[in-house]
């Protein structure tokens, strides 16, 4: 079957940690985050060719024995109807699967973990859940219904999982994180991003002067008090 794989990373140790995997990237998103570095995924998917699942599975053959995991990115892969049948195909190399979500899909995300297609969930929350400050920051709208079911298949321990955030100056301050932190109170895993001004989707963001690593680290602090582990990924 034609997949719609539009980028491939073949050797990794920053996408899951503890482990070497490849990346499959699969485009189109129902977000428009300004702050978004895959933006060829979100708003040049034209421009971009479709790489054969059989092509990253020669590679896989091959690298038996050393890549032992794979992560599908995006772009948001919870859009794609196939995602299942890929996740079956990919599942059959013996491989260990960790999805890239923004968690607005929550029925799939419990029926991939149903089928078992999935080892790990990283998932994007990108705001205080509260809809007119979720769309202010993702450019789009959203339903924080579905995000917050989402949240809660992942606190109900159903897969291994961590939550995450990418903390932008501008859009979100030491308040907006103790907000979120909250909401995933009791959360195993909770990762604070470092943002990067380098090739976002909205090109002015490239203006924008990061947070020090001693700010976030002070915000993972405070965090700390609701989640069990909050830490910062970038700086």
Sequence with gaps: MAYQIKGFNPHTFIDWEGKLASVIYLP??????PFC????LVSGIDTL???PLEQIERFLDQ???????????GGEP????????LLTELKNYGLLVKLDT???????LGN???AKLVDYIAMDVKAPLVKEKYEQVVKAEADIAAVEASIQLLLSGAVKYEFRTTVVPTLLDRRDILQIARRLAGAKRYVLQQFSPKNTLDESMSD?????FEELKYMAQLANEFVKNCFVRGA
């Excluded at 919870?78 to 049948?85: E, K, R, S």
């Excluded at 923004?102 to 799939?108: A, C, I, K, Q």
């Excluded at 924008?208 to 020090?212: A, D, E, F, L, N």
Aim: charged share 20%; hydrophobic share 30%; with cysteine.
């Design 28 to 33: 189109g998103c129902n977000f428009r985050c």
């Design 37 to 40: 570095h895959t933006k060829d």
């Design 49 to 51: 060719s479709n790489i």
């Design 63 to 73: 690298k038996k024995g050393w890549i032992d995991s794979i992560v599908i990115g």
């Design 78 to 85: 919870t859009l794609h109807n196939d995602l299942a049948q």
């Design 102 to 108: 923004n968690g607005t899909r929550p029925d799939v």
């Design 112 to 114: 991939l973990l149903s």
């Design 208 to 212: 924008i002067k990061p947070y020090s």
